[in-house]
C-alpha cells in the first residue's frame, strides 16, 4: 500500500521547554484508516497539527508522497496549493475553525480560494450539504449553530475541498449521542469511498466501532505501539498503562474485588 505520510524521528516542543512528541516515527497508508489514541495531554492534536504542516517538528522528518514538508517547501506556491488540497484538518473546537458570516459562505471559501469556479465551487457545496443534512441552514449565522451543527458545517468546509487526507481531533467529542452516531456513520462512508482517515482520540467505544489500525501515544508523547483493534484493544494492560482504561474496585462482604473498567464494549462480527 502506497505512503501517503512518513513521520522520521519528529519532536515538537511547545516554546522549547514543553515537549509534546518524542522521537516519533509513523506512515500512514493510503486509503487506510489511523487512530491515535492516548490520554490527554499525550501529543495527539499536536501530531495531527505537524501533519497538516500547521506546526513544524522541531526536529526530524515529515514527508507527504515522498516531498518533505518543510517552511520552505510550503513557501512555494503549486506546492502549498497540491498539499492544502489533499490533507483537510477538523479540530476538536468547531469555533476556532468557523469565521465566516454564514453556513454557505463557510463552505464556499475554501473552494473559491484555490480558484474553483463559483458554480462548480457552489455544486461542492450543495453536496455537502445535502450528504450532512444541513441545507436548511445555509443562510443562517454560524454564530447561531448548536455544537453539533458547528461540527458538521467544520467537516462540510473540508469536505468541499474534496482532500485525499481528513485529519479529525476528538471527532466526536462533547456531541449529543445522535451526532455522535451521524460522524461515525460518516467517517465509515468517507473511509469506503477511498478517504484516508486519521484520528486522535481517547474514545475507545470509537474505536471499537471504526475498527482502524491503531497507534498509542504514551504519556512520555511517543509512540509506544502500533498494531490492529483486536490487538490494542484486547491489551489489557497497555490500555491501564496508558490510561485509556481504568482499575475498579468494589466490596463484596469483607472481601475486595478489582477488575478492569472502561467505558465501552469492544466486540466485532466477522461476517
Not at 66 to 83: M, P, S, V, Y
Not at 89 to 105: G, M
Not at 222 to 231: M, T, Y
Amino acid at each position: 500500500m502506497d505512503k501517503l505520510f512518513e513521520l522520521s524521528k519528529i519532536n515538537f516542543s511547545y516554546h522549547g521547554t514543553i515537549p509534546a512528541i518524542t522521537d516519533v516515527s509513523l506512515d500512514v497508508r493510503k486509503g487506510e484508516m489511523l487512530a491515535v489514541i492516548g490520554q490527554n495531554g499525550s501529543g495527539k492534536s499536536t501530531l495531527l497539527q505537524i501533519m497538516c504542516a500547521l506546526l513544524m517538528p522541531s526536529s526530524g522528518k515529515i514527508r507527504f508522497r515522498g516531498k518533505e514538508i518543510t517552511g520552505k517547501a510550503l513557501r512555494d506556491r503549486d506546492f502549498n496549493r497540491f498539499f492544502r488540497s489533499r490533507v483537510g484538518i477538523i479540530f476538536q473546537n468547531s469555533d476556532v475553525q468557523l469565521f465566516c458570516p454564514t453556513v454557505l459562505d463557510e463552505l464556499m471559501f475554501g473552494p473559491l480560494q484555490t480558484d474553483i469556479p463559483p458554480g462548480k465551487a457552489m455544486e461542492r457545496c450543495s453536496e455537502a450539504m445535502e450528504m450532512l443534512g444541513i441545507e436548511r441552514l445555509a443562510d443562517r449565522p454560524v454564530h447561531m449553530l448548536s455544537g453539533g451543527e458547528k461540527k458538521k458545517v467544520a467537516i462540510g468546509s473540508v469536505l468541499t475541498m474534496n482532500p485525499e487526507v481528513l485529519l479529525l481531533d476528538e471527532p466526536t467529542g462533547g456531541l449529543d449521542l445522535g451526532t455522535e452516531s451521524f460522524l461515525t456513520d460518516l467517517m465509515l462512508s468517507l473511509h469506503e469511498a477511498g478517504k484516508t482517515i486519521v484520528i486522535a482520540t481517547h474514545d475507545l467505544e470509537l474505536i471499537g466501532h471504526l475498527e482502524p489500525r491503531i497507534a498509542v501515544m504514551s504519556e512520555n508523547h511517543g509512540i509506544e505501539k502500533v498494531g490492529s483493534v483486536d490487538a490494542i484493544l484486547r491489551d489489557t494492560e497497555l490500555l491501564r498503562k496508558n490510561n485509556l482504561v481504568h482499575e475498579h474496585v468494589h466490596r463484596h462482604g469483607k472481601k475486595l474485588h478489582r477488575h478492569v473498567h472502561s467505558h465501552y464494549l469492544y466486540h466485532r462480527h466477522d461476517d
